[in-house]
């Protein structure tokens, strides 16, 4: 299984049967493939969509629905559209149980930087912001180094999307919580050793005394 | 106030002069009043300030605007997906400002339903808190975010009747209900113009007096 599969995989076990899950671009978007077959779960899209469905076979997509990609996709029986004002009610306001998104980088206190890289890249925040502060569980899909360098850092040397931390961090090789707020090893991908996540890791990592190999 | 609102294209966007703040219903292109904006850049609208959640890609919906030129500055919360607007940000030909989506749309629901802005804990302690009052309210930080007006709203609805009741479809809702309330002269094109009473009271999301003109798309 290649890497992004392995994160998609290990966050669809986050989810709960009834839950409203908005996901990101990317990665995130991949969870929607891995649902456990004995739940139910609603996607938020935050065009103003609830019931997102997958993408609709060849010749029956609607131009007028699709995801915050602009992507053409399908409303599954019980969708429900509405304006932007009331999305971002629902994120903000905490009605939205879990969101997935993409991660630029996690400092040890789980602090998240994912919207602009000064100079480079400066595509605008989005909803990013409003999801990290206001979804009830805020879990991190990402590989766990960029080009070599480790992404769970010391502290965030890229502008914060918000002051809240996450609340869970999944790459291909291990699954990172925070309680106590600090970035705490919990479970291994198979294969991976504790000293490779380690060693791939910047911020210190607190290794409890079990931990687990990922469930996939 | 209730009248009969239709007008041709022309006439309604020769009413928008050079330099007029607009807030542009769509998301990705989809709600964008697609012939409004093909007659802004027929009749060649300059220095445009676009309030927008996104400025889509090139050739589509805002995405015309920008290619053509026509735009001054942007506020939006999104415009990673058009290279265009970055570049002219980069080479400083628009001035581009960037608010959270959520933060963005209740400032304009603001600007429209009377409110001076609105309290968000939404980046709070992020770049995005430079320059704004802090106010704590029940132990909690909040961003005083202040309200957007506009002189123009330029909307897309799927059913409008010849008041200007609207209703809307799928996902081409998004900014286009909130728009209507903030500005000054609110102009729709509509997918179908139908007799009055024909669209059910129930189904009306935007009230027939916050809309001045009506364009069919058709």
Redesign the interface.
């Known amino acids: 299984m290649d890497a992004q599969s392995v994160i998609a995989k290990r966050i669809a076990l986050e989810l709960r049967n009834g839950m409203l899950v908005n996901l990101g671009i990317g990665i995130p978007t991949m969870v929607a493939n891995y649902v456990p077959k004995d739940i139910k779960v609603f996607f938020q899209s935050e065009n103003g969509l609830i019931g997102t469905g997958p993408i609709p076979e060849e010749g029956m997509a609607h131009p007028l629905l699709t995801d915050a990609g602009g992507q053409p996709v399908t409303a599954l029986p019980g969708a429900c559209t509405f304006d932007s004002a009331m999305s971002f009610s629902l994120i903000r306001g905490g009605h939205v149980d879990m969101t997935v998104l993409g991660a630029l980088q996690v400092d040890g206190n789980g602090l998240l930087a994912n919207w602009m890289i000064p100079g480079k890249m400066v595509p605008g925040m989005g909803g990013a912001m409003d999801l990290v502060s206001g979804a009830k569980r805020v879990v991190i899909a990402m590989q766990h180094t960029a080009k070599g360098k480790p992404k769970i850092v010391n502290k965030c040397s890229l502008p914060l999307t918000s002051i809240r931390p996450v609340d869970l961090v999944v790459s291909e090789l291990a699954v990172i919580a925070f309680p106590e707020g600090r970035a705490t090893l919990m479970e291994t991908a198979p294969g991976v050793s504790v000293q490779q996540v380690v060693a791939a890791t910047e911020a210190k990592l607190v290794l409890p005394e079990k931990i687990q190999e990922m469930r996939l | 106030m209730y009248r009969m609102k239709t007008v041709s294209v022309e006439n309604a966007v020769a009413m928008i002069p050079d330099g007029a703040t607009v807030m542009i219903g769509g ?5 964008t009043p697609e012939r409004i904006i093909d007659e802004l850049v027929r009749q060649g609208k300059r220095h445009l300030t676009v309030i927008a ?2 400025t ?2 090139p050739g589509r919906g805002i995405g015309k605007l920008v290619d053509a030129g026509l735009v001054s500055k942007t506020v ?6 058009n290279p265009e607007t ?1 570049r002219q ?1 980069i080479e400083k030909k628009m001035e581009v400002d ?1 608010v ?4 963005l ?2 400032r304009i ?1 603001a600007g429209g339903c009377g409110l001076g802005g609105v309290l ?9 808190e430079e320059g704004k009052q802090k106010i704590q309210v029940h132990g909690k930080s909040y961003l005083l975010e202040t309200a957007l007006h506009a002189d123009f709203a330029l909307i897309n609805a ?1 059913l409008a009747d010849y008041l200007g009741n609207l209703s ?11 728009i209507a309330t903030a500005a000054d002269t609110t102009i729709v094109a509509a997918e179908h113009i139908v007799p009055v009473g024909l669209i059910s009271p129930d189904h009306v ?1 935007t009230p027939a007096p916050l809309v001045d003109y009506l364009v069919a798309n058709g």
Do not use: K, W
């Not at chain 2, 939006?76 to 997906?81: E, K, N, P, R, V």
């Not at chain 2, 968000?120 to 992020?126: F, L, N, S």
């Not at chain 2, 809307?168 to 909130?178: A, E, G, Q």
């Open positions: 998301f990705m292109g989809v709600g959640n996104d889509a890609v939006a919360s999104h415009i990673g997906l970055q940000m960037l959270p989506q959520g933060t749309i209740e629901r968000t804990p939404t980046g709070v302690g992020t770049v995005v799927f809307y479809v799928l996902t081409s809702r998004n900014f286009n209900p909130i999301v």
